[in-house]
């Protein structure tokens, strides 16, 4: 069985050198576990923030040990009562092809209800994040107008879809290319997009959204805060979710220099983690659940083959690589 390990903790962009794919004896599970075959791995930006000694809110990966994150796999070897062989569970011990796992973490998943990947996607973390943090954190309202940056993402592309089926009057994302931008406005339905790229945030902002916007969705800070500060309306809410534009600065990035316009505004800006949102979960697989099985919000993902491949798609998220969720397939 193959592994991947930490080596060093990266200064900047992550280096190959600083991981390696290890072979190591096929583990054995102990009482209250379970051994399964992974076949679909995660690879998601805050992994880029557990590969630091930084304080955060989870601990960093720890050296020569095997990394972590989100997997669907199949079990193929269980003592565990309620948990049989050739049942499929959702967990946490990724960036492996076998994984021992306590049985309290896994969660079975139904191959029949929905494609095993899309637990860890449209139906799973980043999904629900999308829900929690624009209903419940930026408590978005029918006839309001939506900004979304990282919207061709997984969470972004499926902010901008919620915003649209729960009324908005305007959903605006942005991206980092041509194609991302096309998809969003021919594809999801979004009111207006445009490529980050190609011009200065706050201008293509302002002209996407003349009258201002009510709710900005941030997945990447930096400059898209700034222009979405400068672009809100009075009462308007900005759910800080994540900043992707700085997860590889080695220097601290500049503020936004317009932070004193949440006062004429009466603006807020709210952090928020989705692990304090699955009371939601419930609530978010039927509704959610309900619009991906009538077609009315669509979904993409990236799917790169093969364990060796694992470090790739991860570096390929924080490129820009995927266009909807990132996921490694183990199943060749
Ligand atoms: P995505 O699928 O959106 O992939 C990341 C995307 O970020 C890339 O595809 C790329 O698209 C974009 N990107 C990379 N660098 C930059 C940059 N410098 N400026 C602008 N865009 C950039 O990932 P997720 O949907 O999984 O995550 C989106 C955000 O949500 C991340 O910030 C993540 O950390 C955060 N998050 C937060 C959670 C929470 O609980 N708070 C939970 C889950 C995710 P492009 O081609 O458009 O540049």
Not at 41 to 46: A, F, K, R, T, W
Not at 296 to 306: A, M
Request: with cysteine; charged share 20%; glycine share 12%.
């Amino acid at each position: 069985s193959r592994e991947w390990h930490l080596l060093s903790y990266p200064h900047g962009w992550p280096k190959p050198e600083d991981f390696a794919l290890r072979e190591v004896e096929l583990p054995q599970p102990g009482e209250g576990q379970v051994l399964v075959r992974n076949l679909f791995l995660s690879v998601d930006p805050y992994m880029r923030g557990r590969m630091s000694t930084a304080k955060s809110y989870v601990a960093p990966f720890e050296l020569n040990q095997p990394m972590q994150g989100g997997a669907v796999g199949r079990i193929v070897a269980s003592d565990v009562e309620g948990l049989e062989a050739g049942d499929h569970v959702l967990h946490f011990e990724g960036w492996r092809e076998y994984a021992v796992v306590d049985a309290k973490h896994a969660v079975k998943v139904d191959p029949d209800a929905a494609p095993l990947s899309t637990y860890l996607g449209v139906l799973g973390m980043t999904g629900l994040t999308a829900y929690a943090g624009l209903l419940r954190v930026a408590g978005f309202k029918e006839g309001e107008t939506v900004f979304v940056s990282g919207a061709a993402g997984a969470v972004g592309s499926q902010v901008g879809q919620i915003a649209k089926l729960k009324g908005a009057a305007r959903v605006i994302g942005s991206a980092g290319s041509d194609d991302k931008v096309k998809l969003l406005v021919e594809e999801y339905g979004f009111d207006a997009a445009f490529n980050y790229k190609k011009g200065p945030v706050s201008q293509q902002l302002r002209e996407a959204a003349p009258d201002g916007i009510d709710v900005y969705f941030d997945n990447v800070g930096g400059d898209h805060l700034e222009a979405a500060i400068g672009s809100l309306n009075r009462g308007g809410r900005i759910a800080v979710c994540g900043m992707i534009s700085v997860y590889n600065a080695t220097e601290p990035a500049p503020g936004p220099r317009n932070l004193a316009r949440l006062i004429q505004t009466r603006g807020r800006i709210e952090g928020f983690l989705v692990g304090d949102h699955y009371d939601l979960q419930p609530q978010f697989v039927q509704e959610v659940g309900a619009w991906v099985r009538s077609g009315e919000l669509k979904y993409r993902e990236t799917v790169v083959e093969g364990i060796e491949n694992n470090l790739e798609a991860f570096l390929g998220v924080l490129r820009g690589d995927n266009t909807g969720k990132m996921i490694v397939s183990l199943e060749g």
